[in-house]
């Protein structure tokens, strides 16, 4: 399989106990990335009793293989999210953005996190009317920014620049180490190796594929993707996207994190680690396991990287995927009113770094009885069934057809062991990928990301 730039540069790795007997907790986080680290975090540093399972080895998922961006410019999304939410609702997602990468800066060293200018930019008619568009929310919302013609760093054509300044970007796994030790200085209970196999809401505990039980008065799923369609069916809605991410060496370095409106979509970083630069280019996504030939994607970024970009040496590459709600706002929060000790985190839509933060302050303030303005703009309940009803007849329809045609048509691909659909072999990373809800599966059919959470059958 392929390594991140950030796993293959992590600090000297200390790995955390596996839990050998059954344990309680006040608060059970399941999923050992950066939101459940954070939150294990901030609710341990309130003075709570954590515990947090993680069934592999901590920042190894989603976080460890992201493109280490920590702002609050969030590709176009200002412009829709006032349509959606109005002016207020808007602003709110951007002062929860904001703040976080507030706190991150009050923990983070140098070799963790690194100042970085924010930009959009268009290539095209169509890119720079939908950059005006966010450029009148910004104004909106009252969001400092500068407007500006070609982005002079990059070496190929653009047309206008919308930039946000004095964002950061950070190494999302030395950061995350940075909180797990925090967390666990604070008092919190890390476990690695604890696979969750079974929940009981009702009556509070957690079992693990070993056999122990961990019961709790409140219960965070941070898992990437709810382990089961608990309350409100949240797995129904959540679309899965699976991006695919470069890295090269180069002799410099940007003061810019550049991110394309229109076509080509690219997303362009630089990074500076123990003094090397490393330029980094995500520029092509698909719907998870939708695509067989996925070597393709890495050949035409290393393409991309090589003429565009003029950078011949490329060190590393990968690929991460990441769900999204309907209304591009994550679900952070109470699962339901029915089931108000049970809180997910997820629906990051390829911004999860900044969002892992928000989760905790809002998880936090949640549990501790405090008000937080986000709470309701990012409620896993503030949508209802039929405003869902047409991504979920998507979601589900993909589901069936998926399950229909692949036993016809794929026999060879294993069965997903979430809800049996046909899964595809990735070869760029040497994996089996489910076309339905996203869950993979490493080459000997262990799990690597959920919702699954056994490994498929081989034989």
């Given at each position: 399989m392929n390594e991140s730039l950030w796993l293959a540069t992590e600090y000297t790795r200390q790995n955390f106990s596996t839990m050998e007997q059954d344990l309680s907790c006040e608060v059970l986080i399941i999923g050992g990335g950066l939101t459940g680290l954070a939150n294990a975090y901030s609710l341990a540093k309130q003075g709570k009793d954590v515990i947090l399972l993680e069934k592999n080895s901590i920042l190894q998922g989603a976080t460890g293989n992201s493109t280490g961006k920590l702002t609050a410019q969030h590709d176009i999304v200002y412009a829709d999210l006032i349509e959606t939410f109005g002016v207020e609702g808007a602003k709110i997602y951007f002062h929860a953005n904001e703040e976080a990468i507030r706190f991150a800066r009050t923990i983070a060293t140098e070799q963790e996190l690194q100042a970085a200018h924010s930009t959009l930019f268009s290539q095209s008619k169509e890119g720079t009317e939908r950059l005006i568009e966010e450029k009148k929310a910004y104004e909106a919302i009252g969001i400092p920014f500068t407007f500006g013609n070609k982005a002079n760093d990059l070496p190929f054509d653009t047309s206008h620049t919308l930039t946000i300044f004095d964002e950061a970007q950070i190494h999302p796994v030395r950061f995350g180490q940075?909180?797990?030790?925090?967390?666990?200085?604070?008092?919190?209970?890390?476990?690695?190796?604890?696979?969750?196999?079974a929940l009981d809401t009702d009556r509070h505990f957690a079992k693990l594929a070993s056999a122990h039980t961990v019961s709790y008065r409140q219960l965070i799923i941070c898992s990437h993707y709810p382990i089961e369609a608990l309350e409100g069916?949240?797995?129904?809605?959540?679309?899965?996207?699976?991006?695919?991410?470069?890295?090269?060496?180069?002799?410099?370095?940007?003061?810019?994190?550049?991110?394309?409106?229109?076509?080509?979509?690219?997303?362009?970083?630089?990074?500076?680690?123990?003094?090397?630069?490393?330029?980094?280019?995500?520029?092509?996504s698909h719907p998870a396991g939708a695509e067989k030939e996925t070597q393709l994607l890495y050949d035409r970024l290393t393409n991309d990287l090589n003429t565009s970009l003029e950078s011949p040496e490329i060190i590393y590459k990968w690929s991460a995927q990441d769900p999204s709600t309907p209304d591009l706002v994550p679900y952070i929060g109470a699962i339901s009113d029915k089931t108000p000790d049970v809180y997910i985190s997820t629906g990051y839509r390829k911004w999860g770094l900044s969002n892992s933060l928000v989760s905790a302050q809002i998880i936090t303030d949640a549990i501790t009885g405090k008000p937080n303005e986000a709470s309701e703009l990012y409620s896993p309940g503030r949508t209802d069934f039929g405003a869902l009803f047409s991504r979920a007849l998507l979601l589900t329809g993909r589901t069936v057809k998926e399950f229909a045609g692949g036993h016809i048509a794929r026999t060879d691909s294993p069965i997903c062991t979430h809800m049996g659909c046909r899964t595809r072999w990735n070869k760029g990373d040497q994996t089996w990928d489910c076309p339905c809800h996203g869950s993979r599966f490493r080459a000997d059919g262990s799990v690597l990301e959920g919702p699954a959470t056994q490994p498929v059958n081989l034989a």
């Open positions: 940075k909180l797990a030790q925090l967390a666990k200085t604070a008092g919190a209970r890390i476990f690695e190796h604890a696979q969750v196999a069916m949240q797995i129904l809605k959540l679309d899965v996207e699976r991006s695919y991410i470069a890295a090269a060496k180069t002799a410099s370095s940007f003061t810019h994190q550049y991110m394309a409106v229109d076509h080509p979509k690219r997303s362009i970083r630089t990074a500076t680690i123990d003094g090397q630069s490393y330029l980094l280019l995500c520029a092509e």
